[in-house]
């Protein structure tokens, strides 16, 4: 199982932009790399998906080199609702499911007014 | 995720005790897992299903054991509660129509086992 490695909290002042970083050196051919955020309180919740190069949705941008031992979310002019924690994964989803898309300990991101 | 239910939101027991965590989702998803979450830990995978007829264990599936009672339901047991099952556990779903469809999680049960 590739298995990744983020920091474990950030703070950010509104406005700005968030980038997290996530490590996945030894991520495989076919692995996908996925982000959520959870809430207090709340399951997580997907936000963006990507194989290679770059991927943006309406909430977020993914940033993913060629090598694809690192990603990159990019949070845009956060807000104070976007204090939660993140998590980066990888894996192959559709080839059998979610069992071996690890979560880990995800990223701590604090919004400061 | 609302369209995944799950029953109850909160729920404090003693050690000994037989619990029941349900889940149900109104996405028509056949894949279903159960995790726990634990301060520092993450999500940790218990047990999933593909269908009615599949149950697989996960990472950390002693203690526990689940029945899929149908499409939409699926339930997690601890059949004598001990004080480290404490945890925040989550029900997600997941489809496989077209590409690497999304988990989609419920909003988790907080267990309290004294």
């Known amino acids: 199982l590739a298995k990744t490695t983020q920091p474990i909290s950030m703070d950010s002042y509104e406005g700005q932009e968030v980038n997290i970083t996530c490590s996945h050196n030894?991520?495989?051919?076919?692995?996908?790399i996925t982000w959520y955020q959870q809430f207090p309180s709340q399951g997580p919740r997907f936000i963006i998906q990507g194989y290679k190069t770059k991927v943006t949705n309406e909430v977020a941008s993914l940033f993913i080199p060629a090598d694809r031992k690192s990603s990159t979310l990019s949070l845009p002019r956060v807000s104070l609702s976007d204090t939660a924690v993140y998590y980066c994964l990888v894996g192959v989803p559709e080839r059998g499911g979610y069992q071996k898309v690890t979560f880990g300990t995800g990223t701590k991101l604090q919004v400061i007014p | 995720d609302a369209d995944v239910t799950q029953t109850p939101r909160n729920r404090i027991t003693k050690t000994g005790k037989r619990i029941m965590l349900e889940c149900s989702q109104t996405k028509g998803h056949d894949r279903m897992y159960w995790y726990r979450q634990d301060p520092g830990l993450g999500l940790r995978l218990i047990y999933y299903?593909?269908?009615?007829?599949?149950?697989n264990k996960g990472e950390i599936s002693d203690g526990y054991s689940v029945s899929r009672q149908a499409q939409a339901k699926f339930s997690l047991s601890l059949e004598s509660a001990i004080p480290n099952q404490t945890a925040l556990y989550f029900c997600a779903t997941s489809g496989t129509q077209g590409g690497n469809q999304p988990q989609h999680f419920g909003d988790g049960t907080r267990l309290s086992i004294l």
């Open positions: 299903s593909f269908d009615v007829k599949d149950i």
């Open positions: 030894n991520i495989a051919t076919n692995d996908y």
